[in-house]
C-alpha cells in the first residue's frame, strides 16, 4: 500500500509533460511486453486433419475403443519356420566382422536359436501381459497398450505417451514400464505406448503423405479419446521427432516432453562457427568438456559416421517399396537388416565385432519379439515410407515449418554417449526454449527404454519431479 | 616431354582372392562351361515366388515409392507362368562359355568368334557389363558385332565381375575395379590376345578405364557409353554458372545446354534420388542383400526398379515403370535369374562399398588422363551428362564423341543397333589412322 502511496505522490510532483512521456512509454512498453507474451504463446504450428484411406471421409466417425489381443497360429510359426530353413546364406568376406553389414556367419547363429529355441507362443504371452487396444482415427486403426499403474497412497497419477521409432516398436517400452508404473515417489504413471501408423499392429496409411506431424495429431485425438487433456510425452528416434510436434501443435496439452535423442541445431553459420571455435575454446560457445569429447573430432564422429551409417536412411526416403519388399519375404533377411541397427546404434565400436556386440545389451528373445512384431504384420513397407514421407519430399525437410518452429513446453533431454548425434545443451537452447533437464548420460545408445531402462526412468522421473514441484498448486 | 605423357601409367600390381596362401604354381587352363538349370531349382524358384508377400502400394504411388506391387504381382505371375527359364538357358548357351582361374578366382566369360567375310579384319573386343546387369546384356548387340559388312568384324570377350554371375566371388576384402581391370588383363593375354578394343558403361566404364590406365600398349580403343569426367573444382562450378547462358564460352553445345540444365534438377536432386542404393551398397551391402537371396520378386524389384528408372526417369510416373515399352520381360527376367541362380546379389553389391571405401581416391581417380584413342557415346537418358569439354580434360585423344538420339543407362540392352552403329564408325576411325 505504501508504494502505491509514494508512486502517486511521485506521479503527481511531475509536471504534465513528463508525464505525458511517462504515460506514453508506459503504455508503448506495457504494449511491447503483451505483444512479445501472446507471440509467444501463439507460437504453435496448425493442427491440420487428415483422412488416410481411400475415398471420402464418412460424416460420422467411429470412436470405439476396441480390446485386442495379440495373437499367433500353428500356420504362422510353421510358415515362420520353413522360410528360416530355406535361406539362402552368403558367406562374408574374411574378417570382415560387421564392416559389410550384418556378418552371415552370426546370422546363422541367430537363425539357429530362431527356429529351434525362441518361443513364439510364449513372447505372445509376453506381448499380452499388457492390456492392448485398437481405435480408429482418421480411417486408421491406431494400436496402442494402455498401463495403469499401480497407485500408493497419496500418489498422484500422470499421464504419459511413450513414443517408439524405427525399426523399434512398442514393445522397447516393456522394460521400462514396470518402473514408472510403480514408483516411490510422490507420482506414478498411466503409460500409453501406441504404434506409429504402418508399424506392427497400428493400420498402414493407404494415401501418400502420412508425416510426424499427421501421426503427431493422430496421438493427440488418441489421448483425447482416452480423456486425457494434460499429459507427458517420451520418445525418442520418430517418437522424439513427433512428441516435439505434439508439443508443437497442441502445447497446452503437454504437461512436459522428454527426449532421449534430441534434433537441435544452432542455425548453420552459428553451427559452423561453433564448431571451429569449440574445438579449441568450447566455453566461448557454451560447449562443456563432456561435449566437446562427444562432439570432435567432428568429422569423424558426425560427417564420416553419419555417411557410413545412413545408407539405409537415403534408400528408405526414396524407394521404400522396393528397399522392403525382399525383406517382407524372408525372415532372417527382415532380422538382419533390422538387428543391424540394434547392433550399430547401440555402440559403433560393434561394428568390430563378429557378433556386433548384440548380445552384451539385449536378449535374443527380446530382439527377435521385435522383429516378430514387423514380420508378422508385414509392416517393413510401410515403415520405411515414413521415411520418404518426412525426408524425401521436394520440399526441404530442414525449412519444414515444425523445424523453424521452437518448442516451448517445460522439456527435459537425456544425452546418451553412443547415440548417433550428440547435441549440446546450448544448440538445444535454440530450439527448445524451456529444458528443466539436460543429463549426460553415463551410458547408452540409441535405444536408451531398451538398453537402459533404469538409467532412463530416472531422468525421466527426476525431469518430472523438477516440473511438477514448479508448477502452480 | 614426349616420354613425360608414354609413362603416364597406374601400377598393375597383384593380387589373391581366396584364403590362404597364393600357390607357386598357376592354373592356366580354360575350361569350357555350359550354365545348366535343374527341375528342383525351378520348383525352389516357384514355391518361393508363390509364397511372395506383397505390400500394397499407395494410392497413385506409381513408381515413386520404388517398384509399384501392382505391376509387380503381374511379373512374378509370368515369372510363375510363362517365363521359360530351360528355354532361355538354351537362349544363354547359344554362345560359347569358359572359366578360367585367375588370382585364385574361377573367371567367367563368353568367346564370340565372328563371321569372318574374305578381306576382313578380325578385331578382338572386350566388353563389360555393370551392375544390375550381367553379360547377358550383350546379347542383343552381339550379332551387330560379329558379323559385319565393313573392312573389319569382332571377336567378342564377355567377362563376367569377379562376384557377378558366374564369376566367383572374392573371398578377402579390398577387390576393386583396378583388380578387376587387371584380371581382365590377364585373361586377354590368356587367350593370347595382346592388342584389343574394350568397351563399357556402368562398372564396365570404370572398368575397362582402369584398363587403359594399366596397360594402354595393350589397348588399341576404348569406347564407353557411360561418361565419367569432370573439369575439375573450381573450373566445374564457374562452366556451370556461365554455361546457361554464354555456353559457347566454356565449350557448351546446345545439346550440351539441353541435357545438363537446370543442373540442380537434373543432376543433384536427381542424384539424390536415384542414389539410396549406392549409399547403402557402398556401406552395408552385406545387409542390403542379404533379404533379396531369399526373395526372387524382392530381388526382381529391385533390380528392375533400375532397368525402369535408369532408362528414362519420366518412367517414376508410369503405373508399369514403362519397363516393357524397351525390354522384354524374357529378357529382363534371364538377368536377373542370372543373379538368382548364382546367389551372388551381395557379392555384387559389396564391389560398390571396396571401390568407394578406403580406396575411393585410387580407383575412382577422375584426374589422372586416359590417352588411348577413345569413343564416347552420350546417351540422353544416361544419368549424368558429360560434355565433350569436360571429357576433354580426362580422355587426351577422343576420336568420337556423339551426342546418340535415343536410350539410356542400359546402351547394348536397349538401343544395340545405335551402339553398334557407334562403336563401328569409332573403330573405323581409329584404325584408319593406325600405321599399316
Known sequence: MQAVETIQKALSDLDPCKLKVLAVSSVGIG???????????????PVGDGWWREGEKPLSEDRTIRPFVVETSEEMIQDLYQRIGQTRFTESLEDGRFHYGFNSAY??????????????????????????????????????????????????VLPLMMVHGWPGSFYEFYRILPLLTE??????????????????????????GFSSLDAARIFHKLMDRLHFTDYYIQGGDWGSLITCNMAQMKPEYIRGMHLN????????????????????LPFLVGFTREDVCRIYPYMQK????????????????????????GLNDSPVGLAAYILEKFSTWTDFKNRDLEDGGLERKFSLDDLLTNVMIYWTTGSIIPSMRFYKENLGSSSNFYKRL????????????????????????????????????????PRGGHFAAFEEPALLSQDLMQFVKKVESKRPK
Open 31 to 45: 504494449g511491447l511486453l503483451c505483444y512479445m507474451a501472446w507471440r509467444k504463446k501463439t507460437k504453435k504450428i
Open 107 to 156: 546370422l546363422k547363429k541367430v537363425a539357429k536359436y530362431w527356429r529351434h529355441e525362441f518361443d513364439w507362443e510364449k513372447q505372445v504371452r509376453v506381448l499380452n501381459k499388457y492390456p492392448h487396444f485398437k481405435t480408429n482415427i482418421e480411417g486408421l486403426d491406431v494400436h496402442f497398450i494402455h498401463v495403469k499403474p499401480v497407485q500408493r497412497t497419496g500418489q498422484k
Open 183 to 208: 514408483t516411490e515417489g510422490d507420482f506414478v504413471f498411466e503409460v500409453i505406448c501406441p504404434s506409429i501408423p504402418g508399424y506392427g499392429y497400428s493400420e498402414a496409411p493407404r494415401k501418400q
Open 261 to 280: 535423442m534430441i534434433n537441435a541445431r544452432a542455425g548453420s553459420t552459428m553451427t559452423i562457427v561453433c564448431l571451429l571455435v569449440g574445438r579449441y
Open 302 to 325: 558426425n560427417v564420416y559416421e553419419l555417411l557410413r551409417e545412413s545408407g539405409y536412411m537415403h534408400i528408405q526416403a526414396t524407394k521404400p517399396d522396393t528397399a522392403g519388399c
Open 402 to 441: 515444425d523445424n523453424v518452429t521452437k518448442i516451448y513446453v517445460p522439456t527435459g533431454l537425456a544425452a546418451f554417449p553412443h547415440e548417433l548425434v550428440h547435441c549440446p545443451r546450448v544448440w538445444a537452447r535454440s530450439r527448445f526454449t524451456d529444458i528443466r533437464s539436460y543429463t549426460y548420460m
